[in-house]
């Protein structure tokens, strides 16, 4: 009897100087590193370009030192993440959860 492989992860934030705000820890079923990118999970070509969209928005909207550079910067991130973080979720559900981590909001997102 062969062991259920374990159900993947893809996590959902942003860092500094990544193109793509995707990760994934591997495990002993799945080694695909850390950082991933939208083709390795077959995502859309909309939902890659709304997500780079969105990471985009963040990087020249975030500094790390000074914060939000308005609020209203901080409020379209915050929306448009929202509605990011439920849409993977539909492409990869087959073989993987979608855990939204929007660190740069204090909290959960909504």
Known sequence: MSTPSARRVIRLFPDYSRDWPLWENSTSTWDVGYTTTPAMYGLS???????GEW???WESQFDPFDGWKSDSA???WR????EIAKRPQAEVAEFADVQYEPWPLGGDGD
């Open 45 to 51: 070509d909309a939902l890659t370009g709304a997500i």
């Open 55 to 57: 990471n985009t928005l």
């Open 74 to 76: 901080r409020e379209a």
């Open 79 to 82: 929306e448009a993440g929202v």
